[in-house]
């Protein structure tokens, strides 16, 4: 399997803007993580952009998991843009 990297964007007030969807948001991730798919993901420290790294059969399937999430359905994740990555270390 390939490993992908995730870089996006939060939109503005989004400590606020979350707490509806959070719930779900994290209980999602958890799913991922136990399927093996998610390796890891969160926030900047300034909360304006998000990093996850994924391991999956094609860029397909993670951009499948992004646009499911509520984050992106409601508009919390603003954009987002998917590598391909060849971890060296």
């Known amino acids: ?13 989004v400590l606020e803007q979350r707490a509806p969807y959070r719930e779900a948001h994290l209980q999602g991730l958890q799913q991922q993580k136990e399927q093996g798919l998610l390796l890891a993901l969160g926030p900047t420290m300034d909360n304006s952009k ?25 508009g919390i994740w603003t954009d987002y843009a998917i590598y391909e990555w060849n971890q060296v270390f």
């Open 50 to 74: 998000v990093f996850g790294i994924y391991e999956a059969e094609d860029e397909a399937t993670v951009r499948g998991l992004v646009e499911a999430d509520p984050y992106w359905q409601h």
């Open 1 to 13: 399997m390939a490993k992908f990297v995730l870089w996006g964007s939060y939109c503005e007030n």
